[in-house]
């Protein structure tokens, strides 16, 4: 299972984490910020639960493509 966080408060709009796993990840038209798709929110960390481990690789691109580092990947 992968587990993906986002800290949405943090984003600054930069738009990478959509263009490496657009399945994942969408821009708000409201406030410009990434939107973690399916995810539940917990005092601002967006968490994303995908049994699914085929998008490990788009997303642990979107993480290191992330210039302010507000999202993790993990494999449990």
Same mark, same amino acid.
């Not at 738009?15 to 796993?21: H, L, P, Q, R, V």
């Not at 973690?36 to 979107?62: I, Q, R, W, Y």
């Given at each position: 299972? !992968?587990?993906? /966080?986002?800290? #949405? *408060?943090?984003?600054?709009? =930069?738009?990478? =984490?959509?263009?490496?796993?657009?399945?994942?990840? #969408?821009? &708000?038209?409201? *406030?410009?910020? &990434? !939107?973690?798709?399916? &995810? !539940?929110?917990?005092?601002?960390?967006? /968490?994303?639960?995908?049994?699914?481990? &085929?998008?490990?690789? *788009? =997303?642990?691109?979107? %993480?290191? %493509? =992330?210039?302010? #580092?507000?999202?993790?990947?993990?494999?449990?």
């Amino acid at each position: 299972m !992968v587990i993906i /966080t986002l800290q #949405r *408060d943090k984003c600054i709009g =930069c738009n990478y =984490c959509a263009e490496f796993a657009p399945n994942q990840f #969408r821009m &708000s038209k409201k *406030d410009g910020k &990434s !939107v973690l798709l399916k &995810s !539940v929110n917990k005092k601002g960390f967006h /968490t994303l639960k995908e049994p699914n481990m &085929s998008v490990l690789n *788009d =997303c642990e691109k979107a %993480a290191e %493509a =992330c210039p302010v #580092r507000i999202i993790s990947v993990k494999v449990i």
